[in-house]
C-alpha cells in the first residue's frame, strides 16, 4: 500500500459527508437524482460508522468521531465564461465553509480538475486559497482539465511525487483504506473514462492483504458507474476495479466531473458524484451536450456546492448530504 499525502491546496467544490451504516441500505440498489440539491457534508468516524451531516445543520456534538473528512471538486480555476466569471469567489465561498464546522475535518479530498487549462496560474491560485483552509492534509486525484497537453507531468510534479504510475495511490486514515484512482489520461470513444491495465493489477494487489470488515472508500474523477455513457458520464473498466472490492462490507466511491449530486447504491457500494464550486452542468440528456450551464445570476450559489464526510466505527451504514453554496 502506498500513502501519498498532498499537500494543502487544490480546488473546491463538493465537500461530503458519509454515515457508515450498511444495514440501512437497500440491497436492491436505487438511483436517486439529487442534480440541484444542496451540497456539502461533513463525515466523522465514530464507532465504525460513517455519518454525514449538513454543514448548514451541524451541531458539535455530531462532529465527534473517530474521522471526519471533506471532499471538493471541479474548482475550474481560470474559467470565466458566463456560466461564473468569478470561480474564485465561489471556491473562497467553501473554504469558509469548511472552516466554519464545529470540528476541524482530519483532511479533504479533491476530486479532479483543480484548473481549467491546466495553466501553472491556475494551480497556483488554487494552492494559495487552499492554504487558508483548516485542514492538516489534502489529497488529489486529476479531472481531465488538469492534464491536458502534457499528459499529466505538471499535475504530478505538483500533486503526485509519491503516487503510482500515472498518479493512482492508497493510505489509510482511522481504520478506513482510501484508495486514489486516474481515470482521465486515456479517455475512451465519447470521453469515457479508463483505468488502464496497469491501474487495475495495481487495486488488485493494493486490496488483497486488507479485511473484508475494513472500510474501503475510492476516491476519482470521472464517474465509476454509468451515469450517461452517451456524454462520456461513466469509466469504461470499472466493473473490474469493483470486482476486486467485492469482499468488503463497505465501500463507499466519491466522483466529481458531472457538477450535480448523484446517488447510487448497489449492495455493498454507495456511489456518489458531488457539485462543482465553479458552474453547474444539465441533467443527463436534458440538453444536446453537457457543459457550463448558465443560471440567473441568484441562482447560481444554489447549484454549487460542497460535501462533508463523518465516519464512525462498529456500524455498516452511509448517508450522505450535500449542502449548496447558497
Known amino acids: 500500500m502506498n500513502e501519498a499525502k498532498g499537500r494543502t491546496r487544490a480546488g473546491t467544490k463538493d465537500l461530503i459527508r458519509y454515515d457508515h451504516n450498511h444495514d440501512g441500505l437497500d440491497r436492491r440498489g436505487f438511483l436517486k437524482c439529487m442534480a440541484w440539491a444542496g451540497a456539502g457534508a461533513f463525515c466523522v468516524l465514530r464507532g465504525g460508522v460513517l455519518h454525514s451531516y449538513a454543514l448548514g445543520g451541524l451541531r458539535e456534538a455530531d462532529a465527534k468521531g473517530e474521522l471526519s473528512f471533506v471532499q471538493i471538486s471541479d474548482s475550474h480555476m481560470g474559467f470565466n465564461k458566463p456560466a461564473n466569471p468569478d470561480v474564485t469567489t465561489t471556491l473562497q465561498v467553501a473554504i469558509d465553509k469548511i472552516n466554519a464546522l464545529p470540528r476541524a475535518p482530519e483532511f479533504l479530498l479533491h476530486t479532479g480538475d483543480i484548473s481549467h487549462l491546466s495553466k501553472p496560474s491556475e494551480f497556483d491560485t488554487v494552492d494559495q486559497m487552499l492554504k487558508s483552509a483548516r485542514v492538516k492534509d489534502t489529497f488529489f486525484v486529476p479531472g481531465e482539465h488538469d492534464v491536458l497537453n502534457d499528459d499529466g507531468r505538471q499535475y ?10 500515472g498518479g493512482w495511490y ?13 481515470n482521465v489520461l486515456n479517455l475512451k470513444a465519447g470521453g469515457l473514462g479508463d483505468l488502464g491495465s496497469e491501474q487495475l493489477e495495481w487495486i488488485e494487489k493494493d486490496v488483497k492483504p486488507l479485511s473484508k ?18 456524454w462520456g458520464w461513466g469509466t469504461d473498466d470499472s466493473a473490474r476495479a469493483l470486482g476486486y472490492l467485492k469482499k468488503f462490507g463497505s465501500v463507499t466511491v466519491l466522483n466529481g466531473h458531472i457538477h450535480q449530486v448523484m446517488q447510487k447504491v448497489e449492495g455493498n ?30 441562482q447560481l450559489r444554489s447549484v454549487l456546492g460542497i460535501t462533508e464526510v463523518d465516519f464512525l466505527q ?6 450522505v448530504t450535500d449542502q449548496t453554496l447558497g
Open 269 to 298: 457500494v454507495t456511489f456518489h458524484t458531488a457539485m462543482s464550486t465553479a458552474f453547474p452542468q444539465p441533467k443527463p440528456g436534458q440538453a444536446p451536450s453537457p457543459g457550463p450551464m448558465k443560471v440567473p445570476d441568484e
Open 314 to 319: 462498529g456500524s455498516h451504514a452511509l448517508a
Open 170 to 182: 492508497s493510505f489509510d486514515k482511522g481504520g478506513v483504506h482510501f484508495i486514489g484512482l486516474v
Open 213 to 230: 470488515s475494513t472500510p474501503i472508500v475510492v476516491f476519482a474523477h470521472i464517474p465509476l458507474w454509468s451515469v450517461y455513457p452517451e
Open 156 to 165: 504530478r510534479e505538483r500533486y503526485a511525487q509519491r503516487a503510482q504510475g
